[in-house]
Nanobody, 117 residues
Framework: QVQLVESGGGLVQAGGSLRLSCVTSGIVFSINDVGWYRQAPGKQREWVAGITSGGRTNYADSVKGRFTISRVNAKNTVYLEMNSLKPDDTAVYYC???????????WGRGTQVTVSS
C-alpha cells in the first residue's frame, strides 16, 4: 500500500520559516520524481516545487528564492524548506508522486500552513 504522509505544518508569522516533510512508503522512492503542491481556501491546487529522482529541482515563480525542495532517498523522504513566508503562502500543502512504470499518481493528505501578517 502506497502512503505519503506530510508533517511540519503550523502557524507562523510573516517572515518566518517552516520545514515540511513527506515520508513515503510502498514505492521505490529513489526512482520517482516527487513534488509539493498547495491549495489555499477557495483556490485551485497549484504546483509549488518538484525534485527529480536525480535531484534536479524546479520551483514555481511565486516561491523561487524562498523555498527549497530536497530529498533523502535513504529515508524515503522529501522536504520543503520554506523561508520568508508570506500570508499568501497560507494553504494546505500536499506531497505528490507519480510512480515510474505504472504512472499512477499518489497524494498525501496534506499539512496546513498558516502565515499570519
Amino acid at each position: 500500500q502506497v502512503q505519503l504522509v506530510e508533517s511540519g505544518g503550523g502557524l507562523v508569522q510573516a517572515g518566518g520559516s517552516l520545514r515540511l516533510s513527506c515520508v513515503t512508503s510502498g514505492i521505490v522512492f529513489s526512482i520517482n520524481d516527487v513534488g509539493w503542491y498547495r491549495q489555499a481556501p477557495g483556490k485551485q491546487r497549484e504546483w509549488v516545487a518538484g525534485i527529480t529522482s536525480g535531484g534536479r529541482t524546479n520551483y514555481a515563480d511565486s516561491v523561487k528564492g524562498r523555498f527549497t525542495i530536497s530529498r533523502v532517498n535513504a529515508k524515503n523522504t522529501v522536504y520543503l524548506e520554506m523561508n520568508s513566508l508570506k500570508p499568501d503562502d497560507t494553504a494546505v500543502y500536499y506531497c505528490n508522486t507519480r510512480t515510474v512504470g505504472t504512472g499512477r499518481e499518489y497524494w498525501g493528505r496534506g499539512t496546513q500552513v498558516t502565515v499570519s501578517s
